[in-house]
């Protein structure tokens, strides 16, 4: 619905859903998304990088003045309510959950996460 100043890459979505209403002076790069779904309702100054999601959920709902990136989730679900002057980096999430409820002026680092939850 809104693209101000920015570049969104959606290359492959494949049985999924992809929804971005408003991206304001950010970076959005979704180069696969496979039976999943994929909210990114606000992203203000950030960048959100998602290379591929596989059976899975990402939803990120606000992200401001942060860097959201999320390498690969397989058969995992991914929420993010809130994210503020910080950045989350998720490079793997395997058959697992990780909910981040609030982020603030902080960094969260996940590496790693196979058949395990996260909260």
Request: net charge negative.
């Amino acid at each position: 619905p809104s693209v101000a100043q920015d570049t969104v890459l959606i290359p492959s979505v494949a049985q999924g859903t992809v929804l971005i209403p408003s991206v304001a002076q950010d970076t959005v790069l979704i180069p696969s998304v496979a039976q999943g779904t994929v909210l990114i309702p606000s992203v203000a100054q950030g960048t959100v990088l998602i290379p591929s999601v596989a059976q899975g959920t990402v939803l990120i709902p606000s992200v401001a003045q942060g860097t959201v990136l999320i390498p690969s989730v397989a058969q995992g679900t991914v929420l993010i309510p809130s994210v503020a002057q910080g950045t989350v980096l998720i490079p793997s999430v395997a058959q697992g959950t990780v909910l981040i409820p609030s982020v603030a002026q902080g960094t969260v680092l996940i590496p790693s996460v196979a058949q395990d939850t996260v909260l």
